[in-house]
């Protein structure tokens, strides 16, 4: 029993990393977000694009587009983070869950310069990510990305921390946005939002 349990803390199996134990604690409860956006053209704009627009309409035009992203639920009761990249601006955010529940969710609050965003959808008892202390992170420790990019089914890919503490230079008012957790873990397009978790399930 005592030999069983130190296995499953420390996730290695015959000298080998066992990340099911991280994937089983996650996919779940890591969802993807459809950010239906409006982008508003002044008259001018359109003309440049189509001369055989009406130049003299005054109206303003919009276009409607959808934006992905994956999000991780934080709590049992429907609190979701994301990326703020990923709903800023968003006239109506939807979310899939991993086994297909689509909820319309509110937008609480957000952060543009640590690029965060909290979400809220109606519903109770939902599996989520407790979180892990990124103090404790090492450099070398492997880590899984979960996403669900293409709104079929959460994904993982394994990789290491390869460097942790960086600071980068994303904002065109020279603040800084640091602490970044570097992963050589490979994503796809729309894992934005997606959790980084270590090989006990923790955010």
Request: hydrophobic share 40%; proline share 1%; net charge negative.
């Amino acid at each position: 029993g005592c030999a069983q349990s130190q296995s499953k803390q420390n996730n290695v199996a015959g000298g080998y990393v066992d990340f099911t134990y991280a994937a089983e604690r996650t996919i779940n409860a890591v969802v993807h977000i459809s950010a239906e956006m409006e982008q508003k053209h002044s008259t001018w704009d359109l003309f440049f694009k189509d001369p055989f627009f009406n130049f003299f309409n005054p109206q303003q035009q919009s276009q409607v587009y959808q934006a992905y992203g994956s999000g991780v639920i934080i709590s049992s009761d429907g609190y979701i983070v994301t990326n703020n990249h990923v709903v800023e601006g968003a006239r109506k955010i939807t979310i899939t869950l991993n086994d297909k529940r689509v909820f319309e969710a509110q937008l609480v609050g957000r952060d543009a310069q640590n690029d965060l965003a909290l979400l809220k959808i109606n519903e109770n008892h939902l599996h989520f990510v407790a979180y892990g202390n990124s103090d404790e992170v090492r450099i070398g420790e492997w880590v899984l990305a979960v996403g669900n990019p293409f709104n079929l089914t959460s994904t993982v890919t394994a990789g290491i921390v390869s460097a942790k503490a960086r600071n980068l230079n994303m904002l065109s008012d020279n603040n800084q946005v640091s602490s970044y957790i570097q992963t050589d873990a490979a994503v796809n397009s729309g894992n934005s939002g997606g959790a980084l978790v270590n090989t006990k399930g923790e955010l």
